[in-house]
């Protein structure tokens, strides 16, 4: 019988830490691995430009990182009062050595998501990738 996938990784007994919508990275214990000690990208999205949904925290955070060590440049929503989380992913993405654009928005909202599209096109002309 083939080993089960979900047996070859360590299960942590973590903690239970509910939070309200939407949660954040800080109070989180252990804190979560985006990827910034272990995701090293090989070029495969070099000078691409993509747009990341939810890219504050959690896994639009990873997928803006690796993207962002793939060499991709980088516009993500999040919501405005997580800002600061925001700010995290964007010095991730820079640090990467890529643009990033950090952008406030409910994708719940029509009009919204209209100019997400447009502010996505006046920054990088052409979006090669959109992740949800």
Same mark, same amino acid.
């Given at each position: 019988?083939?080993?089960?996938?979900?047996?070859?990784?360590?299960?942590?007994?973590?903690?239970?830490?509910?939070?309200?919508?939407?949660?954040?990275?800080?109070?989180?214990?252990?804190?979560?691995?985006?990827?910034?000690?272990?995701?090293?990208?090989?070029?495969?999205?070099?000078?691409?430009?993509?747009?990341?949904?939810?890219?504050?925290?959690?896994?639009?955070?990873?997928?803006?990182?690796?993207?962002?060590?793939?060499?991709?440049?980088?516009?993500?929503?999040?919501?405005? !009062? /997580?800002? $600061?989380?925001?700010?995290?992913?964007? %010095?991730? +993405?820079?640090?990467? =050595? #890529?643009?990033? &654009?950090? @952008?406030?928005?409910?994708?719940? !909202? /029509?009009? $919204?998501?209209?100019?997400?599209?447009? %502010?996505? +096109?006046?920054?990088? =002309? #052409?979006?090669? &990738?959109? @992740?949800?």
């Amino acid at each position: 019988m083939p080993e089960n996938p979900t047996d070859k990784h360590p299960r942590p007994d973590f903690p239970q830490q509910d939070q309200e919508h939407p949660g954040w990275t800080g109070p989180m214990d252990p804190p979560p691995d985006h990827g910034e000690d272990s995701y090293e990208g090989s070029g495969l999205l070099q000078d691409h430009k993509t747009v990341v949904t939810g890219g504050d925290s959690g896994i639009g955070r990873a997928v803006a990182l690796a993207y962002a060590r793939e060499g991709a440049d980088v516009l993500f929503t999040y919501l405005p !009062e /997580e800002g $600061q989380e925001a700010a995290e992913t964007a %010095r991730l +993405v820079e640090d990467a =050595g #890529r643009k990033a &654009v950090a @952008v406030p928005c409910d994708i719940r !909202e /029509e009009e $919204q998501c209209h100019r997400l599209v447009e %502010r996505a +096109v006046a920054e990088f =002309g #052409r979006i090669d &990738v959109l @992740v949800n």
